[in-house]
Each structure stands twice: as structure tokens, then as C-alpha cells.
T-cell receptor
Framework: GESVGLHLPTLSVQEGDNSIINCAYS??????FIWYKQESGKGPQFIID?????DKRQGQRVTVLLNKTVKHLSLQIAATQPGDSAVYFC???????????FGAGTTVTVRA | EAQVTQNPRYLITVTGKKLTVTCSQN?????MSWYRQDPGLGLRQIYY???????DKGDVPEGYKVSRKEKRNFPLILESPSPNQTSLYFC????????????FGNGTRLTVT
């Protein structure tokens, strides 16, 4: 079946640098995309979302970019901090059946 | 505080012994869903519910049951657990209407021996 996938399972980043986490999706019917952060022992926490009619959306220290032409989604974290160490998931929601599909996740480790 | 509450957080059981994992949300959300999380496989949907008395199978429903008698509760039932159901389980909820992110509980780690 169609699913959302992440390019890299791990990412190591120097504290203070910017992080970029990538994700590819295959379902052209996907119209809503979400990034989640999961810390050890906790459930996924919402970071930022974007609808298919947008290319970019910014939050506090985070930016999500959507390229519908190549079905690519990315999460940029500015000035990465130790507290950003976690597993990051992208997900797509198909509004017609309200089903959320997740990628396998990228583990981000911040080096001091 | 708006939250999704799962119980128990940890559970160790034996093959064939029926168990129920409870899930409750206090946000009046219509949509609720159960996921299991396994290494290398990410989050996979087990069952979901669009409203009271409405439930549907997700991607991996075999061996599980759910019920939605009340809006706030969505228990996950394993009638005869097997070792391949050892996993980390998450309940989640969201409102319907405009697409919205799911709110997740903190998970239930189940071990079936």
C-alpha cells in the first residue's frame, strides 16, 4: 500500500546548527501533513502541520516545507538544542477516509 | 488539562489471557484510534472510530477488538493475546471536520509471554 517514508533513520547534529529532516510520500491524494516528535517514554507530540494548498509554514524554530511536485516534505529545526533530541515522524492524512499513515521515523541526536 | 489517558502503562501477561487496555480523552473528540509501534515498522493503525458506535479496521486489526459505547472511551481488547502482540500501543484522538493533528496518549507497553 501507499505510505509515507523518511529518507534517513538517524541524524546527528551539532548543538546550535540547523537540522533538516526529510520525508517522501507516495499518495497523491494526501492533503494534510504533520510532523510529530516522540521523546523516550512518551507518545508522539504534534510539532507543526501543513495543508496541501501551502508550500511552507513556520512555527517557533521549526519550518515545514512541502513540495507536491516531487511529493517531498521536510522539517527544519533552527539552532538545534539538546532538548530536540528525539524521534521525528512525518505523517499524511487523507481527508476522504481520515486515515493517518506514518513514516518509520528519524532519530535526531544533538551533540554538545 | 486536555489529554488522552491510557491504562495501564506497562503490562506483562501470558498467552491466551484476555486483557483490556483502556483509553479515555477529555476533549470531546469524535475520532479515536489505536496504533501499535514496533522497531523499524513505525506506527501502524489497528482500529479507529469516527464516533460513538462506529468502528473500523485499520491496517493490522487481526487479534484485536474495540468498542465505542461512549464518546470519551475507546478500549482495546485482546481476547487471546499472543507473543506477536508484544508491542508499544498508543491511543489517539482528534476532532472531525477540518483536518487536525491527533493527540496521543503516553503509550502502553505490552509483553505477552
Amino acid at each position: 500500500g501507499e505510505s509515507v517514508g523518511l529518507h534517513l533513520p538517524t541524524l546527528s547534529v551539532q548543538e546550535g546548527d540547523n537540522s533538516i529532516i526529510n520525508c517522501a510520500y507516495s499518495n497523491s491524494a494526501s492533503d494534510y501533513f504533520i510532523w510529530y516528535k516522540q521523546e523516550s517514554g512518551k507518545g508522539p507530540q504534534f510539532i507543526i502541520d501543513i495543508r496541501s494548498n501551502m508550500d511552507k509554514r513556520q512555527g517557533q524554530r521549526v519550518t515545514v516545507l512541502l513540495n507536491k511536485t516531487v511529493k517531498h516534505l521536510s522539517l527544519q529545526i533552527a539552532a538545534t538544542q539538546p532538548g530536540d533530541s528525539a524521534v521525528y515522524f512525518c505523517a499524511d492524512l487523507r481527508s476522504n477516509d481520515y486515515k493517518l499513515s506514518f513514516g518509520a521515523g528519524t532519530t535526531v541526536t544533538v551533540r554538545a | 488539562e486536555a489529554q488522552v489517558t491510557q491504562n495501564p502503562r506497562y503490562l506483562i501477561t501470558v498467552t491466551g489471557k484476555k486483557l483490556t487496555v483502556t483509553c479515555s480523552q477529555n476533549m470531546n473528540h469524535e475520532y479515536m484510534s489505536w496504533y501499535r509501534q514496533d522497531p523499524g515498522l513505525g506506527l501502524r493503525q489497528i482500529y479507529y472510530s469516527m464516533n460513538v458506535e462506529v468502528t473500523d479496521k485499520g491496517d493490522v486489526p487481526e487479534g484485536y477488538k474495540v468498542s465505542r459505547k461512549e464518546k470519551r472511551n475507546f478500549p482495546l481488547i485482546l481476547e487471546s493475546p499472543s507473543p506477536n502482540q508484544t508491542s508499544l500501543y498508543f491511543c489517539a484522538s482528534s476532532p472531525l471536520g477540518q483536518p487536525s493533528p491527533l493527540h496521543f496518549g503516553n503509550g502502553t507497553r505490552l509483553t505477552v509471554t
